[in-house]
């Protein structure tokens, strides 16, 4: 696969997009993908070492924080001549990026979207407002344009106004960092880059309004011995030098201008405390918080509403949230971090165990490479009438989700929704009938399993030719069911499979329940499946009632059958409320490892079957 990524800039300039494209660049040219790109030069430097896949336009000049560029288009219409790519990967916010609505050569190509950030205009004058009304027509047509919008977390595409008509063809997969890029540092290197014993805070960002450093000035001038070293440079330095000399002009705080990568490694893995002051959605995600995380740093942040930040930093599970512009808050969290070392020890610990389990680059970059395969192929229009299947949804108190999951699988263009209530004591049922599914609530409450396969016989009984089963909490996309159903011609059964979903744990119990029952599938629980006839009329019968879950005993059930399994790729999206059935605590997982290991030992002799 050839992709062509279009953004602002590229390293070695600075700042969290242009880190994000290098490193998912690197990562797909390594998983084997043919990827290049075009970005903006800065006016004035040269980048002789640049790689034969990577073209920087020159830059007539910079209005309004976008760079303004007459020759994009001739660049660009060069660069797919150049790299002949299958898709065109646009990073957004980028002006230039609207060139390729009027050249022919790019209207040809898929398009995906990759929203960074959405413009925010509220503090800049009129000019800006003005300029954003034309800018935003634009926008819409690229959005519109395009067969895929990638999002970098679900707090910014819920708050996102601009990307609420296109939520459809939207999809979550969260901004990642190179582990290369990011080497481990001796402690000999670090010594004598803080001047005191205090307290040692970091904030590394451009010298820019919305990233709020005057907060942070602010809450370390008043806080006794702590020291604050502020990386980077930017228009509002003049400002935030005022705001020193205000303060006292204490020498425990520096202004480091520029630094270079090694420089900023050192940094990252010797302060005591990494800080995110920022006070807008500009700040849509942060990339610096995971390379503080990857240095087992705890670190605070602001608590802005609608963006990825709260995501990537669990309040006192990897570090704190504090009020934007609240100086008493930043000042409260960095004096409890001082006084706490062991409590400091304990989130950075916490944010290195998650960089390494969600934010290292090579995960996301297949994502995408999923994503790619999946949304980008021939439009597979969903059948029409008998031909169709039913998708069937079983939910127990998913109020809060499920009418957001039956209008995306509507909006894909499967109009035949059976939502099975197992129970629910809240608005469930409610929902779903307002949002267009037929609704069964059984009397007896039957369990997940016992949920699905009432779906199954109603789906028999009403001449359905299948049928494909997705969970009602949100983690599955309405966006691969043709690909299910498009597998299913080749084989009986196809589950869509995401090992990635899986924590340390799970994937544990995969390999052990991959031993005992002979199955070479990558996700053994997954319940985003395609059963075709002959599956649904086994499924429906006494046999399969006997059994407690939907995933392990039904494909040993299926197995026996000798009817044919097939996996393909897919992404899913975490929990978005409520908890697991199965893993709501460790009992129910023990339950759920000792039934299913004797089920497995049940059914030792049966053969191995044929599974793709």
Request: with cysteine; hydrophobic share 45%; net charge positive.
């Amino acid at each position: 696969m050839h992709i062509l990524h279009i953004g602002k800039y590229y390293p070695p300039v600075p700042g969290g997009m242009e880190r994000y494209l290098g490193d998912l660049v690197a990562a797909q040219r390594d998983a084997g993908i043919e990827a290049a790109a075009l970005v903006h030069a800065e006016p004035g430097k040269r980048h002789a070492d640049d790689p034969p896949w990577l073209m920087r336009c020159p830059v007539w000049r910079r209005l309004l924080f976008a760079p303004i560029s007459p020759r994009f288009p001739f660049w660009l219409g060069r660069a797919i001549e150049r790299y002949r790519p299958d898709l065109l990967h646009f990073h957004m916010p980028n002006l230039s990026a609207f060139w390729a609505l009027l050249l022919p050569a790019a209207r040809e190509k898929g398009w995906v979207v990759h929203w960074h950030a959405d413009v925010e205009t509220g503090r800049f004058p009129w000019s800006m407002r003005l300029a954003y009304a034309f800018y935003r027509v634009f926008e819409r047509a690229l959005l519109a344009r395009a067969a895929l919008i990638v999002v970098t977390s679900r707090n910014y595409l819920l708050a996102s106004e601009p990307l609420r008509p296109w939520r459809e063809k939207c999809r979550v997969v969260p901004l990642g960092v190179d582990p290369v890029r990011l080497p481990d540092v001796p402690p000999e290197e670090t010594r004598g880059l803080w001047p005191g014993q205090g307290l040692r805070v970091l904030a590394v960002g451009r010298l820019t309004y919305y990233k709020g450093f005057d907060t942070l000035i602010r809450a370390v001038a008043g806080l006794p011995g702590a020291q604050l070293l502020l990386v980077g440079e930017g228009e509002e330095r003049p400002y935030l030098e005022r705001v020193w000399r205000e303060a006292g002009q204490p020498g425990r705080i520096r202004f480091m201008g520029e630094v270079d990568d090694a420089s900023r490694n050192r940094l990252l893995a010797s302060c005591d405390v990494f800080c995110l002051p920022s006070r807008e959605r500009t700040e849509a995600f942060g990339i610096v918080l995971m390379e503080a995380m990857r240095y087992g740093r705890p670190v605070v942040a602001s608590d802005l509403s609608g963006s990825g930040v709260t995501w990537v930093v669990e309040d006192g599970v990897n570090g704190l949230l504090a009020g934007p512009d609240a100086v008493p808050a930043w000042r409260e969290a960095l004096q409890r971090l001082a006084q706490e070392p062991a409590y400091r020890s304990a989130l950075g610990a916490a944010g290195r165990r998650r960089y390494w389990r969600e934010f290292a680059i090579a995960r996301g970059a297949a994502s995408l490479a999923h994503l790619y395969a999946a949304d980008l192929e021939v439009a597979m229009a969903p059948p029409m009438g008998h031909d169709a299947p039913l998708i069937v949804i079983p939910a127990l108190n998913e109020a809060a989700s499920i009418g957001v999951v039956i209008d995306s699988v509507q909006a894909a263009g499967w109009r035949d929704v059976l939502v099975v209530d197992d129970g629910s004591r809240d608005e469930t049922a409610r929902i779903a009938a307002e949002h267009g599914a037929s609704v069964l609530r059984p009397i007896l409450k039957q369990g997940a399993w016992g949920a699905m396969q009432t779906g199954i016989r109603y789906a028999i009984k009403h001449g359905y030719a299948g049928v494909i089963t997705m969970d009602a909490d949100g983690q599955h996309e309405a966006a691969y069911l043709g690909h299910l159903f498009a597998a299913g011609r080749t084989a009986e059964v196809v589950i869509g499979a995401c090992p990635q979903r899986g924590s340390r744990l799970r994937r544990m119990a995969w390999r052990y329940f991959r031993v005992l029952t002979g199955f070479n599938f990558e996700d053994l629980t997954s319940g985003l499946r395609y059963y075709g006839p002959a599956a649904c009329r086994l499924l429906a019968g006494e046999d399969a009632t006997l059994l407690e879950y939907q995933d392990i005993g039904v494909l040993l059930l299926l197995q026996q059958a000798e009817l044919s399994i097939a996996e393909i790729p897919v992404v899913m999206n975490s929990r978005s409320s409520g908890a697991s059935r199965v893993f709501s605590s460790w009992w129910v997982v023990a339950r759920y490892m000792i039934e299913t290991t004797l089920l497995c030992f049940a059914k030792w002799q049966v053969g191995r079957g044929r599974h793709a």
